[in-house]
T-cell receptor, first 114, second 113 residues
């Protein structure tokens, strides 16, 4: 089956630090990757959609200069949270899919900013 | 855009009973409806999905039904077990024009002994 790997699984860092999260599709080429944020006891909130080789499409209210997304290949997308602050603490999850196929999620990254 | 509503938000059933979670969608063009199960602190996992050309799909204890006319779809879990306890999300998408899933708000299912 389709496997999506996400690293790191847990990050604790000081306020002002930039944090990079990687999302890889291990056994398929992902035409599209998605980045979500999930607060406790809430649904998945889509942050941005990323197609390989093109700029990410951000959802309304998501700051593209704060959440930098790079999708350099069909198997790798990265999310960089720049100058993170405590309010950025959340569970970040990526997902990937091939055209016309279901989305498969990574294990998520729990980000804690002190 | 698409809007998906999900009910109930919490559901508690006794082991062995059935559980039903319902979702409605607004975009009549939506044609793919997956269901995800998310355990605490873990990834959402696809458990079953249905396309608009099918009215019902079953996989062992899990079934999904779709009513295109009424624009609603439901997840049915029979003979529930404690390991079914999790948060379940429905989603909808028009695969012809949209690239992103629209998720429901989730249902926290608790199966008690």
């Amino acid at each position: 089956g389709a496997v999506v790997s996400q690293h790191p699984s847990w990050v604790i860092c000081k306020s002002g630090t930039s944090v990079k999260i990687e999302c890889r599709s291990l056994d398929f080429q992902a035409t599209t990757m998605f980045w979500y944020r999930q607060f406790p006891k809430q649904s998945l909130m889509l942050m941005a959609t990323s197609n390989e080789g093109s700029k990410a499409t951000y959802e309304q209210g998501v700051e593209k200069d704060k959440f930098l997304i790079n999708h350099a290949s069909l198997t790798l997308s990265t999310l960089t949270v720049t100058s993170a602050h405590p309010e950025d603490s959340s569970f970040y999850i990526c997902s990937a899919r091939r055209r016309e196929q279901p989305q498969h999620f990574g294990d998520g990254t729990r980000l804690s900013i002190l | 855009g698409e809007n998906v509503e999900q009910h109930p938000s919490t559901l508690s059933v006794q082991e062995g009973d059935s559980a039903v979670i319902k979702c409605t969608y607004s975009d009549s063009a939506s044609n793919y409806f997956p269901w995800y199960k998310q355990e605490l602190g873990k990834r959402p996992q696809l458990i079953i999905d249905i396309r608009s050309n099918v009215g019902e799909k079953k996989d062992q204890r899990i079934a999904v039904t779709l009513n295109k006319t009424a624009k609603h779809f439901s997840l049915h879990i029979t003979e529930t077990q404690p390991e079914d306890s999790a948060v379940y999300f429905c989603a909808a998408i028009d695969t012809g024009t949209a690239s992103k899933l629209t998720f429901g708000t989730g249902t926290r299912l608790q199966v008690t002994l």
